[in-house]
C-alpha cells in the first residue's frame, strides 16, 4: 500500500537526485530510503530513476509522477488550510432564518459587520415568520433564528438584541397626522391592518391589550403575513396599523408614523440558535453580536 511518507521520500529523492542528500534531509540513513523507493516503484509497478554509481536521474514516468505528487501535496495542504478555517469559524457556511421586519433593524448591521471580518463563510438567508424559524432550527434547516419572543422550547437558546417601542401608522390623508402624538382612545373607530397572531403572539397581544386598556376593541379589516405589506396597505388608505419604530426605515411613501401619547410596551427582538450547536460558524457569529450595539439598530 502507498503511504504519503513513500511520496514525501520520492520527492525529496526527486529534488536532491542524490540519496546521501535526501537522507540528510529526511533524518534517516540511506539504505532505509533505498528500500522504501524500491518498494515505491514495486508498488507503482514502473520504475521512477535511474540509478548508476555516479548518478540519480529520473525515469520519464517519475518525472510525470513527481508533477503529480507534488499537486497531490498542494491539495494536501490547502484541505488542511480549510480545515482549519471552517474549526475557527473562517470558512463554510452559516444558514440564518429572519423576520421580515429586521431588514428594516438589525438585520443589516449584523451581515455587514460580519461579512466585513468573516468574508470567506458563505451566508445563506430565509424570510420567515418566528413560527417557522422555530420548526426549521428543531429540524437543523438553519442554524440562527432572527425573530419575536417567546420561545418555549427548552432545545432553544434565546437572547435578546433588541427592543423598541411602538407607533401609529398611518395613511399620509389622514386627519390625525397633524398630532405630535396619538391617543390610543382616537383610534377607536378606525380600520387596523395587523399581521395574524400566530406570526408573533406577543407583539400581537400587545397591540389589542394596548387598544382594550383604551377602551376597545381593535376593527381588523385586513391582515398581511409581511410587515412591507401591512405598511403598503395603510399608505393605500386599508386602515391604520401599530407597528415597531424600525418600519419607519422602510421610507415608504404615503405613510407617516406618529409615537403613541400612552406609554407601550417594547417589541423585542431575539436570535435562537440550538443548544448544543457548537459549529465554529455559529460561535463566530454569536461572537460577533455581543459586540454589536444593535440595541439602537
Known amino acids: 500500500m502507498i503511504e504519503l511518507r513513500h511520496l514525501r521520500y520520492f520527492i525529496t529523492v526527486a529534488e536532491e537526485l542524490h ?14 530510503l533505498s528500500q522504501q523507493i524500491k518498494q515505491l516503484e514495486i ?49 463554510g457556511q452559516l444558514v ?31 424570510e420567515m ?3 417557522e424559524q422555530i420548526e426549521w432550527l428543531r429540524q437543523g434547516k438553519i442554524d440562527l433564528g432572527i425573530l419575536r419572543p417567546p420561545v418555549e422550547d427548552p432545545s432553544l437558546q434565546l437572547s435578546t438584541i433588541l ?15 397633524d398630532q405630535s402624538a396619538i391617543a390610543l382612545d382616537s383610534l377607536s373607530r378606525e380600520s387596523f391592518v395587523l399581521f395574524p397572531r400566530p406570526l408573533s403572539p406577543r407583539v400581537y397581544d400587545q ?3 394596548l387598544c382594550q386598556q383604551a377602551g376597545f376593541s381593535p376593527h381588523i379589516v385586513q391582515e398581511a403575513m409581511q410587515m412591507q405589506t401591512i405598511i403598503s396597505l395603510v399608505a393605500g388608505g386599508m386602515g391604520v396599523s401599530i407597528v415597531p419604530i424600525s418600519l419607519q426605515n422602510m421610507q415608504r411613501t404615503g ?10 410596551p417594547y417589541a423585542e427582538v431575539a436570535i435562537a440558535w440550538r443548544q448544543q450547536d457548537t459549529t465554529p ?7 460577533l453580536i455581543q459586540t454589536l450595539n444593535l440595541s439602537e439598530a
Open 19 to 32: 540519496f546521501g542528500r535526501a537522507a540528510d534531509r529526511l533524518h534517516m540513513a540511506q539504505p532505509p
Open 43 to 91: 508498488a507503482l509497478g514502473f520504475q521512477l530513476f535511474y540509478r548508476t554509481k555516479r548518478s540519480v536521474q529520473l525515469t520519464e514516468a517519475g518525472q510525470v509522477f513527481l508533477l503529480e505528487s507534488r499537486k497531490l501535496f498542494k491539495q494536501l495542504d490547502q484541505a488542511i488550510e480549510s480545515g482549519r478555517q471552517v474549526s475557527r469559524g473562517e470558512s
Open 96 to 126: 440564518i432564518g429572519f423576520i421580515s421586519s429586521s431588514a428594516y433593524s438589525v438585520l443589516p448591521e449584523m451581515l455587514r459587520s460580519f461579512r466585513s471580518q468573516v468574508p470567506e463563510v458563505r451566508l445563506e438567508l430565509h
Open 129 to 131: 415568520p418566528t413560527n
Open 163 to 177: 427592543r423598541e417601542p411602538m407607533v401609529v401608522a398611518l395613511p399620509e390623508s389622514h386627519p390625525l397626522i
Open 207 to 209: 397591540i389589542i391589550s
Open 255 to 264: 405613510v407617516v408614523y406618529k409615537p403613541l401619547a400612552e406609554p407601550t
Open 281 to 287: 460558524s455559529l460561535q463566530r457569529f454569536l461572537a
